[in-house]
């Protein structure tokens, strides 16, 4: 794929608004508050700003056959090497794995792995790599994600499996305790606890959102066998993550086992429809019918992860469709950036991004219209799509540096 014609092509071919235009009414409705921190962190590097404009990238995605005539899978959508990490499960360990299933859905099995291989490219100054060591890795990443498709068994990453920096993570959250997790978000005072109002994590929800958020929580807590534990304490709107920023998102200090280390934090989020949707219905690709978003997110999250996460609900506010769970001392990520110039502990972690994305799509296989695990191995076994991959992604690379330059000319 010629790259530079490529680029040139994509960019004339967007509509005549701006780019940063175009990203506007994407995000039209969202809090204004929190879109403007989205926007300033996309203006921030070509990584985060594909983070932040995934609608974009699956505007642009070329129709090449290792795109298009793939077997069908259960997506992340939005795979990058930063939304893969560390969760508690129901049975209690901690797994390491795809954690951000907002854009999920049925799709070809390689565009999340052209997605991720894009990260690892156009993010290469965040990974502290060189180019040359950005492609090198892509191609491990690669290279083990069609292994272990050929393979066929889905496996999973825990403290006893893992390696390198996966393992050192997994291995350091056993030293981390709640108080100290309470302690980033919540003003401690004798024996209660306020949510800490700092505009990096939380900012404050308005009466009526109080409201609202408080009364879901009721009718939440009655019907669990132990309605006590969700007895609210403090409500605010939560800054998290990059894509989603702006959209309905509260975190919410409950009772838990006790105050005040005994508290538990919780996450609403609203759930958006999936920006690969448009893209693939030009493809003639049905979507299975799902009761409403949140359904979709948390079907998909737990058809694709090992273990079900600890705490996950599918739940409605005001009739919207919203997400539940807990923000646990459990969840962070790999610091993939502190490779330390040695190549082998990088290569050890994309090959383990690699792994873990053939997993889940085997985990998921033959669900609702998705390939059953023969078929995604028998197309891993084929010669001609692995290249090809490579190669959509150095231009798609290529091309969100381009729209980057240009949002950051004309952006808000």
Known sequence: MPTHSFIENVMKQMPKESLAA??????????PERLAMKFAKMRESPFVFLRG???LFYDALPDRPALTQAPLAWCCGDLHFENFGSYKADNRLVYFDINDFDEAALAPCTW???RLLTSLRCGADALHASPGEALAVSRDCLSAY???LIRGKPLWVERDTAGGLVRELLAGLHERKRDDHLDRYTLRKGDWRRLKLDGGRTLPASDDEQRRVGEFMVRFAAARPDPGFFSVLDIGRRIAGTGSLGVARYVILIEGKGSPDGNYLLD???AS???LVPRLQELGIRQPCWADEAERIVGVQ???QAVDHAFLFAAQLDGAPFILRALQPAEDRVAIGEWGHKLDRLREVVVTLGQVLAWDQLRAAGRAGAACADALAEFASGDDWSAEVLDVADAMSELTRAQWQAFCEDGP
Do not use: F, M, Q, T
């Open 22 to 31: 175009a990203i506007r009414r994407h995000n039209a409705g969202r809090d």
């Open 302 to 304: 737990k058809r694709l």
């Open 112 to 114: 999340d792995i052209v």
């Open 273 to 275: 429809p999936s920006a």
């Open 53 to 55: 404009a995934c609608h």
């Open 146 to 148: 069609r292994a272990a």
């Open 268 to 270: 609403l989020k609203e």
